[in-house]
Structures are given as structure tokens and as C-alpha cells.
């Protein structure tokens, strides 16, 4: 339980910190003028509804694992951390071949209604869910609904508040940081903690 939370914590932390999913907010708060405060809170409820889809998704996925759990006497053992393994190959593997995807506001972009924004960017958020951690989804159903719920709130509370921080921290620094870096980098990184959690869940049951 202990490695799944702290993957968990790792990856939802990654992902705060991962540009394409606050930039967007600060880059249109920017443009349209919002204060800092305004910038926040429109990050608050993009977050929301990334978290909201991603949980739902992971809700269902946790489902198979308790159901697998019950039926396969070595889910838990072996198939569930080999899957960590696979998933966290899979992205070190694409990010060879990943492609980047830059936010660019016109500087004669007329003014949107700023209710629109918030809707545009909280469907998108939406339709955009995390799925590198559905894969503790998984895991968390072979320990049951608390632990599906745990990692649930856990992954909402950590990515949310992540958002709004590095919104409200950038405000004003935005040119200061190399954001690309870090983007170029999320693949590997990602990669890197799923492959390492399913090794520990392998010898750590």
C-alpha cells in the first residue's frame, strides 16, 4: 500500500508540474487581463474537471482489479506490477517519438466572454484525462474500495492544488523558467516511476 500511495503522490505531482496543464489557463489570464487571484480560481475549476474524469475512469478501472483480485490468485503478485512495468516502458518508449504541442494566444485575439473560457478550458480539461495513473487504479482495486477511493482523493486533492500553485507562483515569473525542459522530460519521467512502483510491488506485497 505504501509504494502504490507514494507512486501515486509522485505521479500526481508530475503532472501538476507538467505545463499543458496550467499553462493554458495562465497563458488566456495573461491575455485576457484576469487578475491573479481570477487566474487561480479558473485553474481550479479546469483542475476539477481533469481530476473529476480521471478519477471516473479510474473508479471503473479499479473495479476490474478488485474483480480480477478476487477470481486470480496471482493478479495481485505478478500481473498487476508487471502491468506498471509495461505501462512505464511503453511511455519511456514514446517519448522518443513524442511530439509537443505549443499554446499560442494571438496578439489580436478579440476578447472571449470570460464564462466561455472557463467552459471551453473545463471541456477540454475534461476530454483530456491523466491515463498514466489509471495504472494505480488497477493496483489500488486488488486492496480494495478504501484504497481505490485513497488514491482517488489523493491524485485530485495533490493535482489540483499543484495547478493552482504553479499558476499562482508563475504569475509573474512566467519568462523566468524553461518550461520545454520539463515538458520534453514528463514522458521518461513518468516512464521511470511506473517501471520503478512495479518492481517494488513485485517483492513488496
Same mark, same amino acid.
Given at each position: ?6 507512486? =501515486?503522490?509522485? &505521479?500526481?505531482?508530475?503532472? %501538476?508540474?507538467?505545463? *499543458? ?6 497563458? !488566456? +489570464? ?10 487561480? =480560481?479558473?485553474? &481550479?475549476?479546469?483542475?476539477? %474537471?481533469?481530476?473529476? *474524469? ?6 471503473? !478501472? +479499479? ?18 506490477? %508487471? ?123
Amino acid at each position: 500500500m505504501i509504494t502504490l500511495v507514494t507512486g =501515486s503522490l509522485l &505521479l500526481s505531482m508530475l503532472h %501538476a508540474l507538467i505545463p *499543458s496543464h496550467w499553462l493554458p489557463v495562465l497563458s !488566456i +489570464g495573461k491575455s485576457e487581463n484576469w487578475s491573479r487571484a481570477e487566474a487561480i =480560481s479558473v485553474t &481550479l475549476v479546469a483542475g476539477l %474537471a481533469h481530476a473529476a *474524469s480521471t478519477a471516473i475512469i479510474g473508479v471503473v !478501472i +479499479g473495479l476490474v482489479g478488485v474483480t480480477m483480485a478476487e477470481k486470480v490468485v496471482y493478479f495481485t503478485h505478478f500481473i498487476s506490477p %508487471a502491468i506498471l512495468v509495461a505501462l512505464g516502458l511503453f511511455y519511456i518508449y514514446q517519448h522518443q517519438n513524442h511530439k509537443h504541442h505549443h499554446f499560442h494566444i494571438p496578439a489580436n485575439q478579440t476578447s472571449i466572454p470570460k464564462n466561455r473560457i472557463i467552459l471551453s478550458l473545463a471541456i477540454a480539461m475534461f476530454f483530456s484525462p491523466c491515463l498514466e495513473i489509471e495504472a494505480y487504479f488497477l493496483m489500488a482495486g486488488t486492496m480494495g474500495w478504501p484504497i481505490i477511493l485513497l488514491t482517488a482523493m489523493l491524485y485530485t486533492v495533490v493535482t489540483v492544488t499543484g495547478m493552482m500553485a504553479w499558476v499562482g507562483f508563475t504569475y509573474n515569473r512566467l519568462v523566468r523558467f524553461n518550461w520545454h525542459s520539463l515538458e520534453h522530460n514528463a514522458g521518461i519521467i513518468t516512464g521511470l516511476t511506473l517501471v520503478v512502483t512495479g518492481i517494488i510491488s513485485f517483492f513488496i506485497h
